[in-house]
């Protein structure tokens, strides 16, 4: 760590459709599922570089559910934000305090990325208080037509600087640094 940045960066990495949506609404990926990749389409990279992750409850349910209650982060620090006080597990720490305090006291930890995994509630207040430093966007070649947006409309903006693209097969990936 000699010589880097003490701040750690928050960076969110995640796949959403050509016209914007990361869910139908009825939580479906079914959709993302069926484009045709390139191996992991740069997880393995990206997670190596990652040593918390951060989740909204309503994401937390849909992934054990969908993983059948085997919980994929499990050499990682993982927290759960939630409205409601529930009682920390193996793999998790749930998380009923202020989101911005939280956040930053986690970025001045040291340690590797923080990776905001979703949902949408929690990103929006991510990217309103100026929470993400880095937009990793794996765009799909879909078009769903509605669903869960990836951005929620209201009063914030952000500006991002293009630090690369890759492809993945039929997949693009924006890598982008939110400027100050």
Excluded at 25 to 46: H, I, R, T
Excluded at 103 to 118: A, D, F, M, P, Q
Excluded at 131 to 154: H, N
Aim: glycine content about 8%.
């Amino acid at each position: 760590m000699q010589g880097e940045s003490k701040v750690r960066k928050v960076v969110l990495f995640i796949a959403q459709s050509l016209d914007g949506y990361i869910a139908t609404k009825a939580d479906s990926l079914d959709w993302l599922f069926c484009v045709e990749g390139q191996g992991d389409n740069g997880y393995s990279e990206f997670i190596s570089n990652v040593d918390t992750i951060l989740i909204g409850k309503r994401t937390y349910d849909w992934i054990m559910k969908h993983e059948n209650g085997n919980f994929p982060y499990k050499n990682k620090q993982c927290y759960v934000f939630s409205r409601t006080v529930y009682q920390d597990n193996e793999h998790v720490k749930f998380i009923n305090e202020d989101i911005i305090s939280f956040t930053n006291n986690l970025k001045n930890e040291e340690g590797k990325s923080i990776w905001i995994v979703g949902g949408g509630d929690l990103l929006h207040t991510f990217l309103k208080e100026k929470l993400v430093d880095e937009l990793m966007l794996t765009i799909a070649p879909k078009i769903i037509g509605e669903g869960i947006p990836l951005f929620k409309s209201g009063d914030y903006q952000l500006d991002l600087s293009l630090k690369g693209t890759r492809t993945f097969n039929q997949f693009v990936e924006l890598h982008y640094t939110v400027k100050n």
